[in-house]
């Protein structure tokens, strides 16, 4: 029986629509249970999706190059999805124009939080420098952190599951977090989630507020462009 089962995930598995309708099928059980859930952050559909995608790689033996072979499209379909963010921030602008200085410093001063603290942990307790190179761009979107990584010596491939997990945990801790400190501005909420947790902290903070998604976006944004500018210059002056 074992071995019939071998043979028809093999058959299956040479089809590039098995790893998309997995890919999809995974994330639509997480949203089922998060919903299911209270919409309780820490039952965060991302997250199950990458547990159940995982496990299922694991027992089957699949490699994640033969996973991504027909899961590429929902790769592709984020660069769509982040442009597509222009048109929420679009609405709000007159409230970005408002609130520029104060979007700036914030932007600034959360950006170069992400980055030290991450790096000055690491390196407390012992991280190599590419350990720590690629630690430093955790809180940007993926294609750009991997950039910067291979740019200063990193580990692209470590940098890209730092980054998921970042997201992760920022959209599933955030909200809690910032309800903690008082926070309850839309676009402080949203502006802080999207610096710390880029992508998948902009859809959390879409699922709040309208407000909270644009902000978010326009920090994820803005995020990575400073990142990937002055990271660089600042490794190489301080490395």
């Known amino acids: 029986m074992g071995e019939g089962l071998r043979d028809i995930w093999v058959y299956l598995s040479a089809s590039p629509l098995l790893a998309l309708t997995l890919t999809l099928a995974s994330y639509q059980l997480g949203l089922w249970i998060y919903e299911k859930g209270g919409r309780n952050p820490l039952l965060n559909p991302v997250l199950i999706a990458v547990i159940v995608l995982v496990s299922i790689l694991l027992v089957t033996k699949t490699d994640y190059a033969t996973y991504f072979e027909g899961a590429q499209f929902v790769h592709f379909m984020l660069g769509p999805a982040t442009v597509a963010l222009a048109l929420p921030l679009y ?68 940098t890209a599951v730092l980054v998921i997990l970042t997201g992760i945990i920022g959209a599933a801790l955030g909200p809690l977090l910032l309800n903690l400190m008082g926070i309850k501005d839309m676009a402080a909420r949203g502006l802080a989630i999207g610096t710390a947790s880029h992508g998948i902290g902009t859809a959390r903070a879409f699922q709040v507020s309208d407000v909270a998604g644009a902000f978010a976006g326009l920090a994820m944004g803005l995020n990575a462009l400073a990142t990937a500018i002055l990271l660089p210059l600042l490794w190489r002056w301080f490395f």
């Open 91 to 158: 609405r709000q602008l007159e409230k970005v124009r408002k609130s520029a200085l104060a979007v700036l410093a914030s932007l600034l001063a959360g950006s170069a939080t992400a980055a030290i603290s991450a790096v000055g942990i690491a390196w407390a307790f012992g991280g190599s420098k590419d350990i720590l190179v690629s630690l430093a761009p955790k809180s940007v979107t993926a294609p750009v952190a991997m950039g910067i990584a291979e740019q200063l010596g990193g580990l692209p491939s470590l």
